[in-house]
């Protein structure tokens, strides 16, 4: 069973999926995929070398981030061909890794801040969201990144709505209170995934 878990900004998903990997599940995360298929060497890189020229790249040979960031922000068909360039090296990784993980597990985790934004959620057969009001994803998630209000709400605006991923989501993890209270709903529901694998 793949059991997808999503939630905005700030929500806390990173919290969740290490509780879920000191239960002993394992966690296939979509940014550290997203992260692999850019590495240095990696045919993907050289695409986009060639694409936007060598300025996106590091002294150290790995990708400018911001710098690429920038570039397709200002130009949406910019961002489709790197889209349509990354995202199926991204599935298919995606689909190795929960392969591999998934023997001899009751369940594993597909974690990603845009699993529902994009087709991964097609790959899950449960939907777990982190849940808290925008004002909480707001604060933590300005503590957590230094970065202004402005900025957090404009990523924030850019996700899809906190309402439409409510009414997508088999099971609701609420992150409005303590670290503590967010650990143990983690374990409430390892117990209830664990016993659906085992009936």
């Given at each position: 069973m793949i059991v997808g878990l ?194």
């Amino acid at each position: 069973m793949i059991v997808g878990l999503t939630g905005g900004i700030g929500s806390g998903k990173t919290s969740a999926s290490n509780q879920f990997m000191a239960l002993g599940i394992p966690v296939i995360d979509s940014d550290v995929i997203a992260r692999e298929v850019v590495l240095p060497g990696m045919p993907a890189l050289s695409a986009i070398s060639e694409h936007f020229g060598t300025a996106i790249i590091q002294d150290d040979g790995q990708l400018n981030r911001a710098a690429l960031r920038q570039k397709i922000f200002q130009d949406n068909h910019e961002k489709q061909w790197l889209e349509s360039l990354l995202h199926p090296l991204i599935r298919e990784r995606t689909i190795n890794q929960l392969t591999e993980a998934s023997k001899g597990k009751p369940y594993i985790i597909l974690s990603s801040p845009l699993l529902l934004e994009t087709d991964q959620h097609t790959l899950c057969d449960v939907i777990v969201i982190v849940d808290l009001l925008e004002q909480q994803q707001v604060e933590r998630a300005t503590r957590r990144d230094k970065n202004s209000t402005e900025q957090i709400k404009r990523i924030i605006a850019a996700q899809i709505s906190r309402e439409e991923r409510l009414t997508r989501a088999d099971y609701i993890l609420d992150n409005s209170g303590s670290y503590e209270q967010l650990i143990e709903q983690v374990n409430s529901l390892d117990t209830l995934l664990r016993s659906k694998h085992l009936s």
